[in-house]
């Protein structure tokens, strides 16, 4: 029996992703599972790995997609049966270990979850890792600031996967949201998706050289890193806070005490790859009820393919013409 997956081959150096048939896995042993995938995502650590990015992914031929939804076809875990729903995401899924841009994956079993009532495979990946991420840096500003309805949050990299959800999620929950973001192209959709405002980066960029600056924002997540997360924390409120979950503008944050122990503003770190399992499954179970987002945001926010579109896809993920979530129907 074989099944389809996306791979992506190494060539001369070259990087040639394609849909192809693979055999299907031994039985499952040793506490792993076998699961039928329904639905996978795009992320950008997916078009890393499209890419050759050797950070990501070591060693090719290779399936990429850390993103995983489906039904259980065999198991040697105790925990798991044939039949149950799950979700996949995180660990080495699709990184060193193929992921869920195929039919099906065989994984240990502890890296499954139980996919929570009222939310189906479909939905779970709309959200995906992305949606995941954006989840965790809501529920640690709800912790630190309590309600967020009414408060003025910035969101940085804006038309990506993860500010994106962040945005239609904020804006559900009544906070005025300002989209930071230097896709200007991409304006009206963040608009369509809840984002009371939209601004450049360069907004942040004339405060390089300030210390401190007048506070603009009650709260921020930031989905760069670098810069831009550095003035970000010189315009937040006192007492207010920044949730960072991502790197694409740098690893290194040039910045003074001065936001800290003047304004007593708090940075949050977001992890959504080595959490415990009862974490993520307790941001699946608000995605499933008191965060279940409406269809008129997943009308704006999400694009649906099929896994031979996904190569294509694959190609221009980090360009300017891909916004908003990938969904991936197998």
Request: hydrophobic share 45%.
């Amino acid at each position: 029996m074989t099944f389809k997956a996306v791979q992506v081959r190494e060539e001369q150096g070259a990087y040639q992703c394609s849909v192809v048939d693979k055999d299907e896995f031994a039985q499952p042993g040793n506490g792993e599972v076998r699961v039928a995938v329904e639905y996978s995502s795009l992320n950008y650590k997916d078009a890393l790995s499209a890419a050759g990015n050797k950070g990501v992914t070591r060693n090719y031929p290779h399936t990429p997609g850390i993103d995983a939804a489906g039904t259980v076809l065999a198991s040697s875990s105790d925990n798991w049966k044939a039949g149950d729903r799950v979700i996949v995401t995180g660990y080495d899924l699709g990184m060193n270990t193929d992921g869920g841009l195929a039919e099906q994956i065989q994984v240990p079993g502890e890296w499954l979850l139980a996919a929570p009532n009222g939310l189906d495979s479909a939905e779970a990946m709309a959200l995906g890792t992305a949606g995941l991420t954006a989840g965790l840096c809501v529920e640690k500003l709800q912790r630190q600031l309590g309600e967020l309805s009414g408060l003025k949050i910035a969101v940085t990299g804006a038309s990506g996967g993860v500010g994106s959800v962040a945005i239609a999620l904020l804006n559900q929950l009544g906070a005025e949201v300002t989209a930071i973001s230097g896709k200007a192209q991409q304006y009206d959709f963040l608009h369509s998706i809840g984002a009371q405002h939209c601004v450049a980066p360069s907004m942040l960029a004339e405060f390089d050289k300030k210390p401190m600056a007048k506070p603009l924002f009650d709260a921020a997540i930031d989905t760069l890193g670098g810069d831009p997360l550095a003035n970000l924390l010189k315009i937040i409120q006192p007492e207010g806070a920044v949730a960072c979950c991502g790197l694409a503008a740098g690893v290194n944050i040039n910045s003074s005490v001065f936001p800290f122990i003047l304004r007593g503003v708090c940075l949050l770190g977001v992890d959504s790859v080595e959490i415990s399992q009862q974490r993520k499954a307790d941001i699946w179970q608000r995605f499933a009820e008191q965060w279940k987002l409406d269809d008129a945001a997943w009308s704006a926010l999400l694009t649906e393919i099929t896994l031979d579109e996904v190569p294509d896809y694959l190609a221009r993920f980090l360009e300017v013409s891909v916004s908003g979530r990938i969904r991936v129907k197998l």
